[in-house]
């Protein structure tokens, strides 16, 4: 009889996003591919997906309605494997597999970051730490994508079978890589910019955990020092129109450019001298990973996720949400080319060493082969 596995989270786009590595992995070993999350999007490497009304607020009620769909779909295919991700995927789902794992299915379930770390609104912790607690007795193995997140975990005795640390989903570092300057100047000319331009990015929804406002602020203080100055912000959200009346009235006309929704993220960074990060929260942040694939810098605020990625006077810098800190230190790269060169290439090189796709899938295929009791060895390598 084929194997199965479901992979589920809140929406079906995460899977899009960070996940079609690992559902090709287990198509390429001869498993039935399954998927349920909240969209109609069609996915690559799955056998069937169901469309479940996953909210992402806990008190949504149609989550009632997608917790008794999850449990039947769960109950009808005799899963050997159910993985599940993001925070109401995690929850629902652990909840809806409570029989199955009677009978032999095991439940894994990855913490994309906890909603409550150190730092974190102590209303998170009211939240969302008892939940975690209590679902962990129902997760054969749970996934920890940072080493602060692990050892809470361990600190806090939850009661997964397994605790595993994993670096991520993983980055394609043959799609995210540096260019050389030629590629990178006609580039910049086609997307409007100057080959003397010092362009600063980041990637984010605009909310109050992202703080763009940081970026404005510090780049209201070198406007006079580096002139040359652009900073790029990708996104959208709630705080956009604040952040766009902000920069005006610190007279940064010209000199920050908000972009929307981009799906050319990559190009975006390859036109790009450093990326700058202000969340104050992470898990392990994509878009900083993919920076550095791209061989760039960071100057980033200091959190769990930042840390995971950046070291001071290697790659980059962490900075304690202070605008004149930051300033400083973009100061020191938009003078310093052969500084910033360096920085690029030691953080690419963290990339490939813990952070790629490749290595990723060494780590979870390890973690799948072992819940799987049948699953024999294979090539690592993503064609």
Request: glycine letters at 6%; aromatic letters at 12%; hydrophobic letters at 40%.
């Amino acid at each position: 009889m084929q194997k199965k596995v479901l992979f589920c989270a809140t929406v079906d786009y995460h899977f899009k996003a960070f996940h079609l590595p690992y559902l090709k992995w287990f198509k390429e070993q001869g498993w039935e591919v399954h998927v349920a999350a909240c969209g109609d999007m069609e996915l690559p490497y799955v056998d069937q997906k169901y469309n479940i009304p996953i909210q992402r607020s806990p008190f949504n009620k149609r989550n009632i309605l997608a917790y008794k769909e999850l449990k039947g779909i769960i109950n009808k295919n005799q899963y050997k494997i159910i993985h599940c991700h993001t925070p109401m995927g995690g929850v629902l789902t652990r909840l809806a597999a409570r029989k199955a794992r009677k009978s032999g299915t095991n439940v894994l379930y990855t913490a994309h970051g906890f909603h409550f770390c150190k730092g974190s609104p102590f209303s998170n912790w009211i939240l969302y730490y008892p939940i975690e607690k209590v679902l962990s007795k129902f997760t054969d193995c749970l996934l920890t994508i940072n080493e602060e997140d692990f050892n809470l975990a361990k600190k806090h005795k939850f009661k997964a079978n397994d605790i595993e640390h994993i670096h991520g989903v993983g980055v394609n570092t043959d799609f995210y890589k540096p260019v050389d300057e030629k590629y990178k100047s006609n580039l910049r000319k086609e997307y409007g910019y100057f080959t003397h331009d010092f362009i600063m990015f980041y990637a984010a929804e605009f909310n109050k955990n992202k703080n763009q406002n940081l970026l404005i602020e510090t780049l209201a203080l070198i406007k006079d020092k580096v002139p040359n100055a652009k900073l790029l912000l990708a996104g959208e959200g709630p705080l956009l129109q604040q952040c766009q009346e902000l920069s005006i009235k610190l007279g940064l006309e010209g000199m920050v450019e908000f972009l929307g929704y981009r799906n050319d993220i990559d190009k975006l960074l390859k036109i790009s001298d450093i990326a700058v990060a202000s969340s104050l929260r992470e898990g392990l942040p994509v878009n900083i990973m993919e920076a550095m694939a791209c061989g760039l810098p960071v100057i980033a605020n200091d959190n769990r996720g930042h840390r995971e990625l950046i070291e001071n006077n290697k790659n980059g810098w962490l900075i304690n949400n202070n605008p004149e800190d930051f300033s400083n230190k973009i100061k020191i790269l938009a003078s310093n080319n052969d500084m910033k060169t360096k920085f690029g290439l030691d953080g690419r090189i963290i990339i490939l060493n813990r952070f790629s796709i490749h290595k990723v899938l060494e780590e979870k295929s390890y973690i799948y082969r072992k819940y799987s009791g049948e699953m024999e060895d294979v090539m690592w390598a993503i064609h």
